[in-house]
């Protein structure tokens, strides 16, 4: 059945994903080895910096790997019509990392539905740099996205990456201490 979504819009929708996770692992990498985000910004806002990076990388796992399965899912495949997208995002880019959907599942689970998951499995919870592995992937496939587009959802998508970055205090996390 073939699908079909505004790539202009799911373009301008999706950079707000990859940027922030751009953002995030960046910050994250910036920041004290011992406790990542929480030594940065303190508990509660370190916390909430780990929220938000998973729920974008989750996002990102399923657009990037999982198949729709609703009929207002967009994926990275979808762009497949966008003139030129297919040279330049080649078949192996769809490999996926061994455990991606199984990670995106259980992101799901945790994150964005109250599921008992949350006290049956608490004993099995990562950890930040257990999805190290996957974030390093997406930010090598966001690269090859951004560049495989073309035409208005490349302008588009460029114009609102610039807007982010623009309107980003990123740079200045640089000079945050961590809280003690």
């Not at 560049?147 to 807007?163: Q, S």
Request: proline share 4%.
């Amino acid at each position: 059945m073939k699908r079909s979504h505004d790539l202009t819009e799911a373009a301008y929708y999706v950079c707000f994903e990859m940027f922030h996770l751009r953002y995030y692992a960046d910050v994250y990498e910036r920041a004290p080895k011992d406790r990542r985000f929480r030594a940065m910004f303190g508990e509660r806002i370190g916390q909430a910096y780990e929220y938000s990076f998973l729920i974008h990388l989750r996002v990102l796992l399923d657009f990037f790997f999982r198949p729709p399965t609703h009929s207002d899912d967009v994926w990275v495949r979808d762009f497949e019509d966008n003139p030129g997208f297919s040279a330049a995002y080649p078949n192996n880019l769809y490999t996926k990392p061994t455990g991606a959907l199984e990670t995106a599942t259980q992101l799901n689970k945790r994150l964005a539905h109250f599921t008992d998951m949350r006290w049956k499995e608490k004993s099995t919870h990562w950890g930040m740099e257990s999805y190290r592995v996957y974030w390093i992937h997406l930010l090598v496939l966001i690269d090859a996205f951004e560049i495989a587009l073309t035409g208005l959802p490349k302008a588009t998508f460029d114009e609102r990456m610039k807007a982010f970055k623009s309107s980003s205090d990123h740079e200045s996390f640089i000079n945050v201490r961590p809280v003690s």
